[in-house]
Nanobody, 114 residues
Framework: VQLVESGGGLVQPGGSLRLSCAAS????????MNWHRQAPGKEREFIAT???????RYADSVKDRFAISRENAKNTVALQMNSLKPEDTAVYSC?????????WGQGTQVTVSS
């Protein structure tokens, strides 16, 4: 199993970024995919999940600002982040739970600062 995130970077408050996670090593279309983030000195925080059927759920802190989507033909899951705030600064990681074992990508840094 391999999960590789991309798309992070430095953005000003109010700006947007689109993260992508490329998955391989498992039947992507059958599994829910997740995004989490971890800010310095803080615990990892759930951000969003999308089921194999495309149903989504978000943390209250990002609801109405972030959108998770998946493209099964390309084995990718994306996180569109709008109206970014300094408190969104963190390392963002995608993950998948395969029959009880959780796999994580290496993460991509998102920094929101003027």
């Amino acid at each position: 199993v391999q999960l590789v995130e991309s798309g992070g970077g430095l953005v000003q408050p109010g700006g947007s970024l689109r993260l992508s996670c490329a998955a391989s090593g498992f039947t992507f279309s059958r599994y829910a995919m997740n995004w989490h983030r971890q800010a310095p000195g803080k615990e990892r925080e759930f951000i969003a999940t999308i089921s194999s059927l495309g149903n989504t759920r978000y943390a209250d802190s990002v609801k109405d600002r972030f959108a998770i989507s998946r493209e099964n033909a390309k084995n990718t899951v994306a996180l569109q982040m709008n109206s970014l705030k300094p408190e969104d600064t963190a390392v963002y990681s995608c993950s998948v739970d395969l029959t009880g074992r959780h796999y994580w990508g290496q993460g991509t840094q998102v920094t929101v600062s003027s």
